[in-house]
């Protein structure tokens, strides 16, 4: 992506130039050799200033590098005190996510035993006027690769989720789809279907794999049968489609939740799951 790329060649321009800046480092996709990548990646850029607080005060140097359409701040209050960001938008559809460092707090990153994921995940040094980054460590890219789980942690999200199944069952036949869409999608979605996709897919590539966040590259890694499946479990507002997507969530739980305990040789919920699925044949046969 040119513009992505000039962006990038303009704020190392600004910062080699500017003395309050002495390390610009590229970190997250685009500084690792396996993550995917395309026209909408991000520019993921740290800098570490002598004076940080100068740059977080005043946005008018993010001016220089492009017209922002859209920008969120977060000060150094929300990570810690360890830095401050600025994620910025702009007319060129480039985006930025700008982390800002004090020296101070960023060699104190730097002498931790461990990196922090995000340079874990990747980074390239694009400047160093004073040698800061001798010291860091090269990343290994595996803090977000999937890690097995243990046992007791897969029987409680197979029990929590078929726990809140009952809850959409209830608001569908209440008709309060908000709460419904909030338990199917928040709930049963995000804390337990994609946990279990993310070991079903690692599982498959023998641990050693990442999905990226929330499940972005599921369709990718899982077969077309089961990805079939997984579609099957998003609806619209209609009452009954919501039914209906209710029950291919317990098909899909039940056929990759019990892949994983053969695997893993973990106990399967079975007697839990039956009564549930039950419990909701039964509401739903009487609306």
């Known amino acids: 992506m040119e513009s992505r790329s000039r962006k990038l060649a303009q704020v190392l321009e600004w910062a080699t130039t500017n003395e309050d800046v002495r390390v ?15 026209d909408f990646s991000d520019l993921d850029i ?13 946005n008018s140097w993010i001016t220089l590098f492009g017209s922002p359409i859209s920008m969120v701040e977060e000060s150094e209050a929300a990570f810690d005190g360890k830095h401050a960001m600025k994620m910025v938008l702009y007319d060129d559809h480039v985006k ?28 390239r040094v694009l400047l160093d006027k004073d040698q800061l980054t001798t010291a860091m460590q090269p990343p290994t890219y595996q803090s977000v690769v999937i890690k097995p789980p243990t046992e007791q942690k897969f029987r409680q ?16 036949t209440r008709d309060e789809i908000f709460y419904a869409k909030f338990m199917s999608e928040n709930m049963m979605r995000t804390d337990y279907l994609v946990p279990l996709l993310e070991w079903y897919i690692a599982m498959e590539h023998h641990w050693h794999i990442t999905t990226n966040k929330h499940g972005r590259l599921f369709k990718k890694y899982l077969p077309a049968d089961l990805w079939q499946k997984v579609e099957a479990t998003f609806s619209g507002s209609d009452i009954e489609a919501n039914w209906q997507a209710l029950f291919a969530y317990g098909t899909l739980v039940h056929e990759v939740g019990t892949s994983l305990a053969d695997r893993l040789a973990f106990d ?20």
């Open 46 to 58: 740290e800098l570490i200033f002598d004076n940080m607080h100068v740059y977080q005060d005043n």
């Open 96 to 123: 930025i996510d700008f982390k800002l460092y004090q020296r101070e707090q960023f060699l104190q990153e730097v002498a931790n035993s461990e990196l922090p994921e995000d340079w874990d995940i990747g980074y």
């Open 157 to 172: 999200v197979l029990n929590d989720f078929w726990w809140d199944t009952t809850y959409v069952a209830k608001c569908l």
């Open 268 to 287: 399967y919920p079975l007697a839990v799951e039956q009564q549930v699925m039950k419990y909701l044949r039964e509401v739903h046969s009487k609306r």
């Open 24 to 38: 610009v480092l590229l970190t997250s996709s685009l500084a690792n050799p396996t993550a995917p990548v395309d």
